[in-house]
T-cell receptor, first 112, second 115 residues
Framework: KQEVTQIPAALSVPEGENLVLNCSFTDSAIYNLQWFRQDPGKGLTSLLLIQSSQREQTSGRLNASLDKSSGRSTLYIAASQPGDSATYLCAVRRVSDYKLSFGAGTTVTVRA | GAGVSQSPSNKVTEKGKDVELRCDPISGHTALYWYRQSLGQGLEFLIY????????KSGLPSDRFSAERTGGSVSTLTIQRTQQEDSAVYLC?????????????FGEGSRLTVL
C-alpha cells in the first residue's frame, strides 16, 4: 500500500516569503506525482504533474522537484501572496496501480 | 466540455432516501475516478472506470453504493438508503488513459448532506 505523508500539516508565513512544502511516499515505483491546490469548499485544481522520469517541473512561481529513489517531492512557491492561501495536496500514482494516493495536505496561510 | 462537470453541486436528503450524483468528464478522457472527502478528512478512493468498465470497485464503502458509466462518458454514483455517515463531498476526476497515465482533473464536487 502506498503511504503519502505531507509535512507540515499547516504553515503560516508573511507575504513575500518563499514556501516549501514536503511530500514523501513509501513505494518508489510510481508513474507520476501530481500537486493540487484546494480552496475551501472547492474541488482540486491541478498545479503540476511530474512524470517519474523527470526531476522537476516549473510553472510561474511554482517549482516542484521529485526524488523518486528517496520517495520525496518538494513544492516551492516563490514570493508568496495572500491568494496562495489554500490547502496543497500531493498525490502519487503507482506503476502497479491506477489510482492516485493522496497525502492529507498542507494548509497554507499567507498573511498580508 | 472544458472541464469536469458534476451535478448537483449540493444535495440535502433525508436518511433512507436514494441519491444520484452525476459526473461529466473532460471530452476524450477514458479514465474516470470517484473520490470522497469527508469533513476534515483526506480523499478516499471509491471507484475507477477505464472506458465503461470498473476494474476495481473495492473502494466502495458498502453495497449501498454503486456506480456506472455509459458511452465512455457520463458516470453516475448512486447511494441507496442514505445514512448520516454518507455526508461528504463526492469528487469526480478524469484523465487520459495510456501509459504513463495523464494528468488528473477534478470537478468542483457534489456536497451531500444526509439529515
Amino acid at each position: 500500500k502506498q503511504e503519502v505523508t505531507q509535512i507540515p500539516a499547516a504553515l503560516s508565513v508573511p507575504e513575500g516569503e518563499n514556501l516549501v512544502l514536503n511530500c514523501s511516499f513509501t513505494d518508489s515505483a510510481i508513474y507520476n506525482l501530481q500537486w493540487f491546490r484546494q480552496d475551501p469548499g472547492k474541488g482540486l485544481t491541478s498545479l503540476l504533474l511530474i512524470q517519474s522520469s523527470q526531476r522537476e517541473q516549473t510553472s510561474g512561481r511554482l517549482n516542484a522537484s521529485l526524488d523518486k529513489s528517496s520517495g520525496r517531492s518538494t513544492l516551492y512557491i516563490a514570493a508568496s501572496q495572500p491568494g496562495d492561501s489554500a490547502t496543497y495536496l500531493c498525490a502519487v500514482r503507482r506503476v502497479s496501480d491506477y489510482k492516485l494516493s493522496f497525502g492529507a495536505g498542507t494548509t497554507v496561510t499567507v498573511r498580508a | 466540455g472544458a472541464g469536469v462537470s458534476q451535478s448537483p453541486s449540493n444535495k440535502v436528503t433525508e436518511k433512507g432516501k436514494d441519491v444520484e450524483l452525476r459526473c461529466d468528464p473532460i471530452s476524450g478522457h477514458t479514465a474516470l475516478y470517484w473520490y470522497r472527502q469527508s469533513l476534515g478528512q483526506g480523499l478516499e478512493f471509491l471507484i475507477y472506470f477505464q472506458g465503461n468498465s470498473a476494474p476495481d470497485k473495492s473502494g466502495l464503502p458498502s453495497d449501498r453504493f454503486s456506480a456506472e458509466r455509459t458511452g465512455g462518458s457520463v458516470s453516475t454514483l448512486t447511494i441507496q438508503r442514505t445514512q448520516q455517515e454518507d455526508s461528504a463531498v463526492y469528487l469526480c476526476a478524469s484523465s487520459s488513459g495510456g501509459a504513463p497515465p495523464g494528468e488528473l482533473f477534478f470537478g468542483e464536487g457534489s456536497r451531500l448532506t444526509v439529515l
